[in-house]
């Protein structure tokens, strides 16, 4: 079945850096990409999302890049603010049934 | 607007207990999903229902059973709990169907089930 593999496991950036998270998915057929962003005590809350006929997609300083050919897709985030600071998951889907990475806790130091 | 509600927020059960988590949605969509969260392993789907009157397996439904109860109502149960499905569970719901297609999923903020 679909495996999402997300990449690092925890990342900590200083306030204003940028920060990048990376997952590989398996199913070619994958065509529907979200990411979540999950804070202490409450349910995933979907920040950007791609759909498999775009690259790339921006909204202020998150943007998502896709690359269908290597099966993965990345979360960039510029600018980096200690509100940022939170757990990532991205999944994957070509049927609306999400399967999800592992997830990333992102800490951002003052 | 409550968007996705799940009762109770919190609940500690002993082994063969039975109990049942409700969510319900009002943002008038058509398919509901029940996930566990565990450490280290992201969400997984337990069971789905695409539309009001279906449901179906997930990745993980042993040790489940879900209701449809309506188009708002979408309930996961365990009839006798194991110490292994002490995890966070959370229900999403999205609008599919016609040109609904690859919608996200909303969240509710979860229950924490502790089975001792």
């Known amino acids: 079945g679909e495996n999402v593999e997300q990449h690092p496991s925890t990342l900590s950036v200083q306030e204003g850096d940028s920060a990048v998270i990376k997952c590989t998915y398996s199913d070619s057929a994958s065509n529907y990409f979200p990411w979540y962003k999950q804070e202490l005590g409450k349910g995933p809350q979907l920040i950007i999302d791609i759909r498999s006929n775009v690259g790339e997609k921006k909204d202020q300083r998150i943007a998502v890049t896709l690359n269908k050919t290597a099966k993965h897709f990345s979360l960039h985030i510029t600018e980096t603010q200690p509100e940022d600071s939170a757990v990532y998951f991205c999944?994957?889907?070509?049927?609306?049934?999400?399967?999800f990475g592992q997830g990333t806790t992102l800490q951002v130091k003052p | 607007n409550a968007g996705v509600t799940q009762t109770p927020k919190f609940q500690v059960l002993k082994t063969g207990q039975s109990m049942t988590l409700q969510c319900a949605q009002d943002?008038?969509?058509?398919?509901m999903y029940w996930y566990r969260q565990d450490p280290g392993m992201g969400l997984r789907l337990i069971y789905y229902?695409?539309?009001?009157?279906?449901?179906d397996k997930g990745e993980v439904p042993n040790g489940y059973n879900v209701s449809r109860l309506n188009k708002r109502e979408f309930s996961l149960r365990l009839e006798s709990a194991a110490p292994s499905q002490t995890s966070v569970y959370f229900c999403?719901?999205?609008?599919?169907?016609?040109?609904?297609?690859?919608?996200?999923?909303?969240f509710g903020d979860g229950t924490r089930l502790s089975i001792l």
């Open positions: 999403a719901s999205r609008k599919t169907g016609g040109i609904y297609s690859n919608q996200p999923q909303h």
């Open positions: 999944a994957a889907s070509r049927t609306g049934k999400l399967i």
């Open positions: 943002m008038n969509h058509n398919s």
């Open positions: 229902s695409a539309s009001e009157g279906t449901t």
